[in-house]
């Protein structure tokens, strides 16, 4: 029995290295998940009543399970340093929740990624539409524009038919040089058209979107079953922990 309990320190030695090193590379993930979800608040927060007529929640979503993934983390290395066998499962059966919910998020991401699309060409659509260049939306149109060399939805004639068009011509935010852009040729549309990009917004952004999907995709599901990992690990050590103890008795 003794020789048996001495075979098992070794391992027991093993498993908790592992763990403690998985759970560090679990805490930085949190933190990246935690750094883009504060990311999107603060610098594409102005962006988010383009994507959708509500608030987008993602954001927030992001923030609150990179901070869970940070808090679970650390409850998994101190879970490890005691050794005690009902912290080890529970941190497993944590680790295999946050695992469902990081899967059902990135599934349901992916399948509706075609709804995306389209709510953010409605809305922005009608923020073209609507635009006034005084509100929250026409102001993130203006912002978009500028930063992306783009006007319009699908080019600069989709502001012919806005209700600013008649008084104030297409946004100087479209325009590719603000020196040579005067107002009386934002309100002519044939002498526009040699002024202002040329690329819709729309085309732009889901093309970076259908781009960096797979990436986004492979990052995604890659942590969520990194977690398997460490239910495992977590798993296979209390097990052995509840040998040796066992075995000692």
């Known amino acids: 029995m003794s020789r048996r309990r001495f075979q098992t320190k070794p391992l027991i030695f093993c498993l908790k290295t592992l763990l403690l090193v998985y759970s560090f590379v679990f ?3 949190g933190i990246v998940l935690l750094s883009v979800g504060l990311w999107w608040i603060l610098m594409l927060g102005p962006y988010s009543v383009l994507i959708s007529r509500t608030p987008s929640a993602v954001p927030f979503v992001l923030s609150g399970t990179g901070g869970g993934i940070v808090l679970l983390s650390l409850f998994g290395c101190w879970a ?9 499962r529970t941190f497993a059966v944590l680790l295999t929740l946050v695992f469902l919910t990081e899967l059902i998020a990135g599934i349901s991401g992916f399948i509706f990624r075609h709804e995306i699309k389209g709510s953010f060409f409605s809305s ?4 073209v539409q609507k635009y006034n260049a005084l509100d929250e939306r026409s102001l993130a149109v203006d912002d978009l524009q500028r930063k992306l060399h783009c006007c319009g939805v699908s080019n600069f004639s989709s502001w012919l038919h ?7 011509g297409v946004p100087v935010s479209c325009c590719v040089r ?3 852009c005067e107002r009386d040729d934002l309100r002519n549309a044939s002498r526009a058209g040699d002024k202002v990009y040329d690329q819709g917004c729309f085309e732009l952004v889901t093309a970076f979107f259908d781009t960096n999907l797979g990436i986004i995709a492979s990052v995604t599901f890659g942590i969520a079953f990194s977690q398997l990992i460490g239910t ?3 798993c296979c050590l209390s097990r052995f922990i509840n040998t040796n103890q066992y075995q000692m008795v």
């Open 232 to 234: 495992t690990v977590a």
């Open 27 to 29: 805490w930085v993930s």
């Open 178 to 180: 603000i020196n040579d």
């Open 80 to 88: 490890t340093c005691r050794g005690r066998c009902w912290m080890l």
């Open 162 to 168: 806005s209700s600013y068009f008649p008084n104030g």
């Open 124 to 127: 922005f659509s009608e923020a």
